[in-house]
């Protein structure tokens, strides 16, 4: 597998024969990874090529920098608000991402510090080991954009932490932290920052030796409580989508380059 085509993710090989693959997505601003054109496309497809890699066992997903992710890249926005042809090839890839991670065979872990927002959040929860700094910070921030909170957000929000709590912060965007997240059942685990990694990598190289039958089987069943969200995902997908048509996305991102609270009509 040719993993040296991906110009947004470092990935490396690590653990007893390579066989856990270390994704890191890259902070190309310097600050935080952010998903432009190339890293969204990248991280929807990264999950094709780890599932077809039969020297691949497990994946540990984590960011660089000063955080995980720290969600889309405005100007990619502002023309998907303009231009139909990027909206939609965003809207495949916004679609493949969650698909392809949902149908990856391995197991996946990720590795969330500092901000979790964006296309990094959406691989970061539906990981099948989320593991989170205690002061990490969790903020779907769909809906202080101007558009519904499609993403990942309906089809796993709801099944991690109930749906009272999921309202709550999807239409609020109130940002969660690391240690609420593992307290309410949004993340599987909260730790130290400074043992973040290394209980990933723990965790990691416990998958990659057990049974792999046995383990891809049961993440395969359990994720069909995701597969059966599936239409409540595509319509929350779509209503996103329609919403970068609108009006209120130019608010949201203006208000967001003025660093202001954003005045929607």
Request: charged fraction near 25%; aromatic fraction near 6%.
């Amino acid at each position: 597998m040719d993993y040296a085509r991906y110009q947004t993710l470092a990935i490396t090989r690590r653990g007893d024969g390579g066989a856990v693959l270390d994704i890191q997505m890259r902070a190309l601003n310097g600050k935080l990874p952010t998903a432009g054109h190339d890293g969204h496309r990248e991280l929807a497809e990264i999950w094709r090529d780890v599932s077809a890699d039969d020297t691949v066992r497990c994946a540990v997903l984590r960011g660089e920098g000063m955080g995980f992710s720290g969600g889309g890249d405005l100007a990619m926005v502002e023309q998907m608000s303009t231009d139909d042809a990027t909206r939609v090839r965003v809207w495949k890839e916004a679609r493949d991402l969650v698909y392809n991670l949902v149908n990856c065979d391995k197991p996946i872990v990720s590795a969330m510090h500092g901000p979790a927002v964006g296309a990094g959040l959406v691989a970061g929860l539906l990981a099948d080991i989320s593991i989170a700094s205690k002061g990490a910070k969790i903020v779907d921030g769909h809906t202080r954009l101007g558009v519904a909170a499609g993403d990942h957000a309906a089809i796993v929000w709801p099944l991690l932490c109930g749906m009272a709590k999921a309202k709550y912060y999807l239409l609020l965007c109130e940002a969660v932290s690391g240690e609420e997240a593992e307290r309410i059942g949004l993340v599987s685990l909260a730790v130290e920052e400074a043992e973040l990694l290394p209980r990933a990598y723990e965790v990691a190289d416990k998958l990659a030796a057990g049974s792999q039958s046995a383990i891809r089987f049961t993440k395969y069943a359990l994720n069909n409580w995701l597969r059966l969200a599936g239409p409540s995902f595509d319509a929350s997908l779509a209503l996103e989508f329609m919403g970068f048509a609108g009006p209120d996305v130019r608010e949201g991102v203006a208000s967001l380059r003025e660093r202001r609270a954003p005045r929607f009509s």
